[in-house]
């Protein structure tokens, strides 16, 4: 899980808010973030391909990821994926973010990786995850520095389960078993 | 619910299933159904209209309805959904079938409009209900009159309840709140 | 929506948070709050009686509500909704929170009711709503004046509905709609 | 997947239906089913073990499955999930069927294992399939040799998944997953 926060002030309702006052509110209360597993999808629905970023995780390394990112405040939580999809996945990307607001899971981000298997360095964060088709045309923007599409299959494998931090590798399996394709 | 099943043979794994073989399966067996609610959604997803048909229902009473039909032997149920879409809506409709095949309810009607609040005077069946955003443009199809947009309120109001039989404007109040959208 | 934050100091990871602190949150990030609908079952897990508190409201009125409160600091959501569910229904409750950590919906409040219904004058926070079972005695305690348990029928009733406020009377009807049970 | 169907008569609305009645319907038309996997939770709803029993399957093979059934014409699916957990796991199970009567997976079986990985080589079924905690007892009755109970890890394993044919290996892995506990 990362996100330019930690870098940068944020912009809230009352003003901008400063790094400073970001990092008491991290080491105090639950954030509230969104999770968006890009996929795309054959004229059923069918789910034929999984979306990963390769970027630089919320640990300092480099591992596949999903789209994430904190629900600002004043923020639907529905206008929080579209944002943070088409931040990281380009203006082109058109996400189609569903008509159901109940998250496929709840990722429950901790600092200490052995409470849920998800792990943040930085804060604890409660993320509602969300299985987002894509239609349009997927460039990797700001941090990212790749986007590949994997079968369910590759998603799934040793191969591409290593190069995953933060319990990723677990929450792209708990949505490919969501939409009825985990291997 | 309704299906043009009664007025004629229907075809099958092993052959053509006649109509009296096709009462006999009616009066033994659950059948298998889907029920599709069509609906308009904005960019980021949200529900701001519901479809409804004007067609003849299975009590024979003209009312308002969903989309609905049977599952083939040997047809997946996300095949059975787009094909009673494209049946129902016209071949421009573009529907999308969610990714995630579970149903948002399951609406059992029995004969007996007692049991369940889901009726159909022909049958015992389990309909699979799903939400389905349409993108195109809509036409009825077969033996559909009308197809009418509604937004929620109007939706759930007495005026179009009334229009409507068989536990449908029950089914429309379920996807409503399934999708958050529920007045 | 009510806890007893703003009245007294909160503990947290890093030691007690002032209400001071509290408040500079509460103008500046969504908060991850917990909404439990207490229900009766029978033993084909039908959903027979809805509970609701009448209490205090986030807006001061007294109004009949649902089991809400904060996601703490390195709190698991199930630890949390187990909390609030003692906390109000009393130690005798057996709550029983659903293996699926799924909520039945998000309740997003604000401080500007127009925005979805949902609303809190103290802040923005995103509320993940699950219905609860609950097999023993229950007896309000805290701040509750009373917890009546009510039909499908009547919880959706005009009446009811008028006791309610913050937008707690849809939720219920969301609750319902979610096992079925709307009428 | 079994029951007893194929081996006696089987009684409906309409008197009892003969063998040779069901093998027609068996070759005609999808039958609904539920499929329910027994687990054990904690008292904060974690699951903490699956239950699988030991059994021939429906492709005759000895192999570890999930409760499995028919639903009756003129049965609710909520009742036909009592009824197969009453048969399979004993009478002192206490079995406590969801109030969200959603499945958490349609499972669709084929007898040509490759259309959805669910296998019976017997007909075309829709299997409704939920995830059902256990308070009590468990006793293995009819056909089943052996009920054993396995921690998410071992239900997940090389060795137990060796011993599932059917595709239940997988429906044990989206069982797991919807409760957040796929390792």
Redesign the interface.
């Known amino acids: 899980m990362t996100d330019i926060d930690s870098s940068s002030d944020t912009q809230?309702?009352?003003g901008w808010?400063s790094s400073d006052?970001l990092e008491?509110?991290r080491?105090?209360?639950?954030?509230?973030y969104v999770d968006a597993v890009p996929?795309r999808?054959d004229?059923?629905?069918?789910?034929e391909e999984v979306g990963m970023l390769l970027r630089q995780g919320a640990d300092r390394s480099i591992s596949r990821m999903v789209v994430t990112g904190r629900?600002?405040?004043?923020?639907?939580?529905?206008?929080a994926l579209?944002r943070h999809c088409e931040k990281d996945l380009g203006p082109m990307a058109l996400p189609?973010?569903?008509?159901?607001?109940?998250?496929?899971?709840?990722a429950?981000y901790?600092p200490d990786p052995e409470?849920?298997g998800f792990y943040d360095p930085r804060h604890?964060a409660?993320s509602?995850a969300y299985?987002v088709?894509v239609d349009g045309e997927c460039e990797p923007t700001q941090e990212a520095l790749d986007l590949t599409w994997f079968t369910p299959q590759e998603a799934v494998s040793d191969d591409v389960v290593l190069e995953m931090t933060s319990g990723h590798d677990?929450l792209i399996?708990?949505a490919?078993?969501?939409?009825?394709k985990?291997?």
């Open positions: 809230t309702e009352t808010l006052q008491i509110f080491a105090n209360m639950p954030l509230v996929v999808v004229g059923l629905g069918n789910v629900v600002l405040y004043g923020e639907r939580v529905r206008e579209m189609r973010v569903p008509a159901n607001p109940t998250p496929f899971t709840i429950e901790f409470i849920s604890h409660v509602l299985v088709p677990r399996r708990l490919l078993a969501h939409v009825g985990l291997p």
